[in-house]
């Protein structure tokens, strides 16, 4: 446990006091035959942050419930500035809480979770309205008050849930995780399984694509396919995100022609798998033209020799076009996967409430959120990966395909 002490330990009018803000005696609790907490004393006083440290399932969590109500000790007492609150409900007791997951409604724009509070106390709509915005601006989110919860991103979701709990000004504050770790470790990984996905599509979309337009189509066909990959190239980013959001929202063409073929709509509008569908279409060219490239540059006469020895057309495609087409492949993976990686305007227009990637976790500490340090520290991520990925795709000859 870590107690920080910014401030003496007073009440809000400045008069001293040795009465602790949360009085924890005894308490006791289990769930069916697990003992969760045995025996807790803790005394936490006015003006102090109080950090509690432990392993995943040592109680934590359960302990800051039955300060909010939400959980009942077995055993115990729990008093709250001398009074004691052990049975009392949730919203009879001057705390708020910011939970692991948020719990913000998704119904409800942004401005109005942060004065769901105030308008349950009965606070006038011109009033609640004036403290939700100063809260809101107080964690640097004044322009984000009409969105919803889904066009948010993980930390700008995390400070709604804190302008929600300081704007009812409780006399006890609970945060549950806070420093969302954890949700940083999920969005890295979740960057770097979604970057592995959208290039094992493209590769598996480009190469029968590539194979057709380097060995089989004619000439005037080729330059057609050519001009038909390369044309995306010159619109604008945007515009393509867009038409997808056009395409995939509910009451979208997607919808449209499955209500017409009498399937259920898939609803794909504002998801990741929204994202992953616009970033294969987005970074495709980037895979066909190195493929391309490979393939085009493999003689003829290596195909006729694999053929003269006894080779069928799969084993010619296994030993002898897809080892010389590798380079290209990897080539073209460099591109995808790294733009991918980087990439933070897409999941902000298609991507659902979970979509958050790493790039707008930096983006939101850099610009938004004002934490240099960790916006510094989640840039090395993709920068070690990619380091990682370029060396052993330069080691089985990527970038003589570039």
Known sequence: MYRDTRMSRCDVRGMMTNQPAIDIRGVAKSFGPTTVLHDINLEVFDGEFFTMLGPSGSGKTTLLRMVAGFETPDRGEILLHGEEVTQRPAHLRPVNTVFQDYALFPHMDVVTNVEYGLRVAGVKRGVRRERANAALTMVRLEGFSERRPAQLSGGQRQRVALARAIVNEPSVLLLDEPLGAGAYVTIIWRTVLLAVLVTLTDAIVAFPFAYVMARVATQRTQRILLGAVLLPLWASYLAKVYAWISILEKGGALNWTFSKLGLPDPNLGFTNGAMWIAFCYIWLPYMI?????????????????????????????????????????LAGSIFTFSLTLGDYVTPLLIGGSNSTLIGNAIYENLLTGGNLPLAAALSTVPIVIMIVYLTIAKRLGAFEAL
């Open 289 to 329: 033209v190195p493929i391309y490239g490979s393939l085009e540059r493999i003689p003829a006469s290596l195909l006729d020799a694999s053929a003269d020895l006894g080779g069928s057309s799969w084993s010619t495609f296994r030993r002898v076009i897809l080892p010389l087409a590798l380079p290209g492949l």
